[in-house]
């Protein structure tokens, strides 16, 4: 609940208006998309969400998060999304809340219009809203003023809506103080562990594996395989025939100029003198004079790196101090702002930090410079090329697409659209066919299909599949002697976890009568171990990250110190004895309670938000085209 919490914290609603507006402008071309009628996805309570709408969305929500992927080096990332039906999911929501407002009879002003547009930085040259600028990325983007402007309004809408429901919700100082109680308690609990593995002397003979075998031969069954004829669409097959006009470049230059703002660095040497945090004025004043004789010897000509390989505490003073290229924001305050007040080759008066005393050279100063077209027209052109290449690849996929809803097969998709259809030989999904880089994501499309079914586009970091399901091969049970041995360790593995489970609950049968942990361990020799004091939804010391264990011991209590049932933890069986707990205090909770209350609202505000949109939804009239049912 705390990180969900921390998720909702900030003016979620605000962002999500400019959140849209800025959307709408991360990538080329989709405002001519928008303007594509043809084709209806889906009507909400008659209102129709048009393909054109869809392939907007669906290329903006692709490429956001290809780039968070290719950021984060989480190529799965993509694989575990289906973005069609997020992109159809979205438009449906936007469409409920926006119909909403107006059946309120909510309305957007001219001015609120104007000043919600104003704001966007990507409209403002120099700090201020610039209507030439307005209207020149709306033309790059292939809007009019109407257009853009109509959804925006209907963005605002949705948020009034939003914030309405938002309006109505409150938090106590007693919830948020229950609530900071119960999320920082703190617990540590006895505990004997029960492990399966302790009872080796467990026998099977052949009649037993067999009726096991009989009653349990679907978890012995075969994967189902499947075979697949499919066409695959390389971005990079169609690079060659990009031509990255240079207006186009310099266009997104001037479209991107803040991504190529260099601040100002400096390059610097420095000597460190640890000073003890607890150390007292007058041992803080004696560093300091030990950093100003060595800063004076290096002023009268005394090489500051060996000085420093000397001198210095710091790990730097085997490179002679040498700190590198730096921004300000990247050293402690203190020491950037003297090394970015000094000029080159220049030697500071000692500056304390939290480190200690520190002596600087400023070796060289790189002013703050924004990176030249010339620079980084390779870059752009690059950039450029790629986006339009990935778009192309696409595009030729929705065409393969198109065209398969005519004919009965691959091949004659394939033909029609001039290309060479590839096939598979049978695979099980947990052995996903060779030569396909995204052989999992490939693997999981195929296995959605009937057969001679067509499958939907499916995006993989390395291009786009297109797939028919040429034939199927179901599960089948195995012959018992071909999995005889599985069978056994199976049987064997079951009985020992079944053992274990029935003498750790004797065992809490017995301390709840008992109540005595330590003579019953003692009389069952088993050993007890401490956890020490841990907090919710923390690895527990001793026994890790298990959630139902922690469930168990935070439902403990000085009146319930024994836990009733035994807990179960990856194959291990625990009971536990509360040990000792610790609760925050309330000056703790008074320091932090504006900020407690602000998260609690935002939560129980996106809840209600949430909520009432699952019921517009529940109540909507929504029909989306089969093609479009993801």
Known sequence: MLSLMRKHAGSWMLKAVLGLIALTFVFWGVGSSFK???GVVA?????RITRGQFDQVHRLLRENYRRQAQESGNEELLKSMNLPKMAVDQLIDSLLWTQKAQKLGMQVSQNELSQIIASDPMFSSMGRFNEARYEQVLRHYGYSRAEFEQATRDSLLAAK???LVAASTSVSDDEAWAWYRWTNRKVSVDFVTFDPARYQDITVGDEELADYFKANEQNYLTEPMIRVAYLFFNPDDFKAGIKVQEQEIERQYQMDISHFDLPKTVEARHILLNVDETADEQSVEQIRQQALALAHSAREGAD???LAKEHSQCPSAQQGGYLGEFEHDSMVKPFSDAAFAMKEGEISDPVRTLFGWHVIKVEKTNEARVKPLDEVRETI???????????????????AVDVSLGVWSMDETAKTIGLKTSATDFFAANSPPQGIKSADLFSKAAFELREQAFSRIVEAPEGYYFMQALERKPSSIPEFEQVKEKVRADLIAKKQLEMAAQQAQAFADALDQEQNLDALALKHGLEIKTTGLFERNRPIPEIGFEPDVALAAFALSEQAPFTKKAVEGKGLFHVLRLADQAFPGEKDFEREKDMIVSQLLEVKRREQVDSLGDQLRAQADIAVESRYSF
């Open 36 to 38: 594509d009628d043809k």
């Open 304 to 306: 500051f790196a060996e």
């Open 43 to 47: 009507t909400v309570n008659g209102d």
């Open 381 to 399: 052109s690059a950039q450029i090329a790629t986006r339009r290449a990935q778009e192309m690849a696409y595009d030729a996929a929705l065409r």
């Open 161 to 163: 809506v939003q914030r």
